[in-house]
């Protein structure tokens, strides 16, 4: 008996042309489409514009300018909860500013090609996550007009900050954070800033002339740029683990139950990333159908983030589940307290929804490959994922505080007018500087697209194409 | 570092405590503590630097009700001092008395935070003295502005004075010149104040006395206001 042998096909889960790095187009065309979905702005871009720039003006000129007039009072936080949303919102926007150093630096080191057309979009956000995480500490300072108290110079008090303090580390590890992701999100930038110089006029001509920075594309500049490029990308990843870490620590280092444990440092940073990666997906998701950005923004790109997200969904239970075991096995009286009051307390739906949204959605939804590469799909599970954390935060800094040692002292926090106000103002601010950005600067690193289709080709070996990479560097 | 001159101590003995509260008012008075009202104190933005704890024993009718007057526990190993970005909390190695700098505080609360007895209080608001509270306000002690820290000091003033008079009068401080307000107003005199360093002072006899403990003695703090137990009934 004779079988008739199947024609052996190369398991290809998709056409090649499907991804991007294989579906070359002319140079100047893509050009054409960064710089077309950057100029474009049209009477809905401008509504939600004003009405960003609205949040704006109540959030953080009406309530909190408020709260600076009246006094802390009339925030929610209470002995013994002296910490409450400002430093969530703190420690939620440190975790999204680790999406574009994760994203970006990480990936390129380690040079995972798709990624090339999203780094910038990752980096965008980690520079603007970075400027609000950096209000809140003004925010909840009881005396914001003296905060400069806290930089080292030289005054007339004769006194130095006091460099025991884990805020001060904090300070000191946000600026180094805030400067050196600015220029690692500056440096890609310049050669498509200039691109944008020699294809406008008016004032955009003007503007990138300025920022382009005189760039010409000569050997020795790309040769510069590309070192550049590469230490900053090395040099970020530990400035990136040292920020949360050492926002961690702001809770490790104190003897407070709930607080004081030697795993936030790493749990931490997992749990920034997992957010931070979810942001990354939530923003590209808008940005693609807000400025149809379809051909650089394609489902592989959604497929690849979504196993990363899944990856850090199960770093972030482990992590999650080694600290509460531990917490729960040690017994003492204090950590039993706390950790009833997550499963039965007030915050008990808030836990149960975070173990949910961060847990059971990604685990029985990520696993799906059309599940992956939907963005629709994608958007929801990614938003849901970012809801958890928030929860996550807040738990742990407004929840913790709420039982201590000793049972007199007990309290409980709800969240104020202004507290809220201030926090959506924020928001706010995150997405305004965004979309205006967007308009802005190219919000697709033409150049890294390019020189990666430039790389890639397909080779055919017998009958079947094989997608093959030229080592650049 | 400045020699110690001091190891103040203050010594609270739960069996004479009735939960008069009397001492929660000598404070106020003594050390310019706006009070907030009802409204305020259920919000939990009560002002106290020293407040009667209460707690019920037993099930009813058989119940007793226990107090605990606490405040700052001068710690001589404070978790407070090392978080405050700004040493606006820090250690008096003179008076061996854990101060608050009010000029320097920004308001983190970090420190309170990191107060396992919940001692520091925080000027949610600028402070009010209502009519005729004003007139009585001790011109010996700062009034604090909204956004600050601020907590028991042992009643720092007394003991400065009490300092300068000794030394006016050329003598060496006497055991009991230095009395805090909530000691002086105490009716069962269960708060004695006094110098550890000199064996023969009356809380170095009370911390002798066999019934002493310190509050969270196991975290290390090394408080210095020191706990006497009840004689009765304490099972501890």
Partial sequence: M?????????????????????????PEEMNEMVLNAMKKTGWRYWTVVGGLAL???????????????????VAGIRRPVYWGVYITNFV???????????????LRVFRAEFRRPFTRAAELMTSFALVVAGMYPLIHLGRTWRFYWMIPYPNQRQLWPNFHSPLEWDMLAIFTYLVGSTIYLYLPLIPDLAMARDRSTGWRRRLYRLLALGWRGTEAEWHHLKTAINIFAFAIIPVMFSVHTIVAWDFGMTMTPGWHSSIFGPYFVVGAIFSGVSAVVMVLVIVRKAMKLDYFLRPEHFDALGKIVLVFSFAWTYFFFADYLTEWYGGEAVSRELLTLQAHGPVAPLWYLMLITNIVIPWLTLWNRRVRTSPRLMFFITFSINVGMYIERYIIVAGNLTRNRLPFDWGVYNPSLVEILISIGSLST????????????????VWEVQEGQFAHSLRRIGRSLVPSITELD | MPEQEHHWVMVIDL???????????ACHAENNVPTVGAEGVVHGRAMHWLHVERFWEGEYPDVKARFVPLMCQQCGHAPCEPVCPVFATYHNEVENINAQIYNRCIGTRYCANNCPYIARVFNWFDPEFPEPLNEQLNPDVTVRRRGIMEKCTFCIQRIRRAEENAAAEERPLNDGDVQPACAQSCPTEAITFGDLGDPES?????????????LLEELGTEPAVVYLKEGDVYVG
């Fill in chain 1, 55 to 73: 949040l704006v003006l109540i959030g953080l000129v009406g309530a909190w300018g408020y709260q600076i007039l009246e006094g802390m009072g």
């Fill in chain 1, 2 to 26: 004779s079988v008739e042998a199947a024609p052996l096909a190369w398991p290809q889960e998709e056409a090649p042309q499907e991804k991007l790095m294989l579906d070359p187009r002319p």
């Fill in chain 1, 92 to 106: 939620f926007w440190i975790g999204i500013s680790h999406s574009g150093t994760f994203v970006s630096a990480i």
């Fill in chain 2, 15 to 25: 069996d004479r405590c009735n939960g008069c509260q009397a001492c929660v008012v």
């Fill in chain 2, 202 to 214: 009356r809380v170095a006899r009370l911390v002798r006395s066999g019934r002493s403990f310190r």
């Fill in chain 1, 430 to 445: 995150f997405i305004l500087l965004y979309a205006l950005a967007t308009r802005l600067l190219p919000l697709i690193p």
